[in-house]
């Protein structure tokens, strides 16, 4: 009986599309209703209510902060929820230069951004996290920005890919750091590699999966 509820970790994956980047921040629930959230994009008084607003609802304790790399967009709600909650923050070292840049160029894009507290762990390519009975893999995936990653979970076969890739789309590559050639190795190498059924959760727009985008992606040819 034990063994089969061994079977039963599950994230729960909520979505929210915050600031005027339209970024998809994700909500990973795991069974103890302790709460991991990935790319803080709230910006907004009324996005950060409506994120507390449904960890209330759904009594989630948010403890961990992960993040797919630092750009603006990505980053935006980083100070709120770290004063607000207290969490634990992961980022590749890669790309943490890219989060000391922000505060120099988010008033370019009309952003007010707050200087939060730098990341408490560093992540390394196919570092395993766990949070409970959960694990998610973490693929670094550079080309987007420097240190870009991509976490996946193998047991519910789905990746939170970043600006890494996207439905029928990539990651663009003109922004400091990035790097064409680099990104499209990082899509062959690391996320095509993954199962044809992976879901594909990205940091903007709807989802895919890898096995759609091999076979309709317009920019990534084998
Ligand atoms: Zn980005």
Same mark, same amino acid.
């Given at each position: 009986m034990y063994k089969f509820l061994s079977f039963l970790f599950m994230f729960q994956i909520k979505t929210f599309t915050f600031n005027p980047f339209q970024e998809n921040t994700y909500l990973l629930t795991t069974e103890q209703n302790e709460g991991i959230l990935i790319d803080p994009g709230n910006y907004e008084q009324s996005e950060h209510q409506e994120l507390e607003q449904y960890l209330n609802e759904n009594n989630i304790t948010l403890k961990y902060l992960l993040n797919t790399h630092a750009h603006v967009d990505h980053v935006l709600g980083y100070e709120y929820v770290n004063r607000t909650f207290g969490l634990t923050t992961r980022l590749h070292a890669e790309e943490l230069p890219v989060f000391r840049a922000v505060k120099t160029y988010a008033s370019n894009y009309g952003f007010v951004f707050q200087e939060g507290p730098e990341p408490t762990e560093l992540l390394e390519d196919g570092q395993v996290l766990h949070f409970g009975g959960n694990e998610l893999e973490v693929l670094f995936c550079p $080309?987007?920005? %420097?240190g870009s990653v991509v976490f996946y979970c193998k047991a519910q076969q #789905? !990746?939170? !890919? $970043?600006?890494?890739? #996207?439905?029928r789309s990539i990651g663009r590559t003109?922004? %400091? $750091? $990035?790097d064409h050639a680099t990104l499209l190795r990082s899509i062959k190498t690391k996320?095509? !590699?993954?199962?044809?059924e992976t879901i594909v959760h990205s940091g903007h727009g709807p989802q895919t999966t890898i096995g759609s985008e091999k076979i309709y992606n317009p920019f990534v040819n084998e």
């Open positions: $080309g987007h920005s %420097p #789905f !990746a939170i !890919a $970043g600006d890494v890739l #996207f439905y003109d922004l %400091p $750091g $990035g996320m095509y !590699a993954l199962p044809n």
